[in-house]
């Protein structure tokens, strides 16, 4: 039978402090591992590893700055000697503000690029380096339906996320062999605290409705399902891929 069993397992869940990030790390301690969250202010993770305690799960917060590559390192070096390893990454820190393309300027795009795609690349190299000492790992980048298909509004961002399908292919060519998987996921349209407002505008949510042909809008929990699986044995002989949890919206 497939081994989806994360129990015990030493994870890091970036961006965990608010929306998806915040779920994802939740569901994986549920699903047995041990949580390491990071958000740019330890504070803000403090509701989360209190909520995780509560639950019979175990968390530690850590500050991080993605756009910090000496931080990244000096983070993910000290999950590893805090618990001993480094089993899985959550890559979920990222920016998603919308904005016209004549209106994009320099500033804009440097910040999205440099969270969306410098940042991830920097994470998961960081635990790859760990990850290939010890001849195994698993990691998961958050990626996006819009990494493969376009947006209005979403010129920066779209290309952020293609990105990172990129360098997801090109890690597990470079790492698979070495016991290290690396894979993505694409989700649509998710309902968080972040997206309510939008979501919540019958006119927005009308037009996301039309493009989903299961109907509804996607949870943390549809996510959530797509990262735990492959963060587990079950997903081995996975890699280099984009699972998209998008309810159909790219079969069209």
Do not use: H
């Amino acid at each position: 039978m497939p081994d989806f069993s994360i129990q015990g397992k030493i994870a890091i869940v970036t961006g965990a402090s608010k929306g998806i990030g915040f779920g994802l790390a939740k569901a994986m301690a549920a699903a047995g591992a041990i949580v390491a969250v990071t958000a740019r202010r330890k504070e803000s993770l403090e509701a989360l590893v209190d909520e995780i305690a509560a639950s019979g799960g175990e968390a530690k917060a850590y500050a991080l700055d993605v756009r910090n590559v000496g931080q990244i390192r000096s983070v993910f070096e000290q999950v590893a000697q805090d618990f001993g390893r480094l089993d899985i990454l959550v890559n979920n820190a990222g920016l998603g503000e919308g904005m016209l393309a004549e209106d994009v300027t320099e500033e804009y795009w440097d910040d999205m690029l440099d969270v969306n795609l410098k940042g991830v690349f920097f994470c998961c190299q960081a635990a790859g380096r760990i990850m290939l000492a010890q001849g195994s790992g698993k990691i998961v980048n958050v990626s996006s339906q819009v990494s493969i298909v376009g947006i209005p509004e979403g010129v920066a961002y779209c290309a952020s996320k293609g990105g990172v399908n990129q360098l997801t292919k090109v890690l597990a060519l470079e790492w698979s062999s070495r016991g290290v998987n690396i894979n993505a996921v694409g989700p649509t349209f998710i309902y968080t605290p972040g997206t309510a407002e939008r979501l919540d505008t019958p006119e927005f949510r009308d037009q996301v409705l039309a493009r989903i042909p299961a109907g509804r809008i996607g949870s943390i929990d549809d996510v959530a399902g797509a990262v735990i699986y492959l963060a587990s044995a079950a997903s081995n002989l996975v890699t280099g891929t984009l699972l998209v949890v998008d309810g159909g919206w790219t079969a069209q």
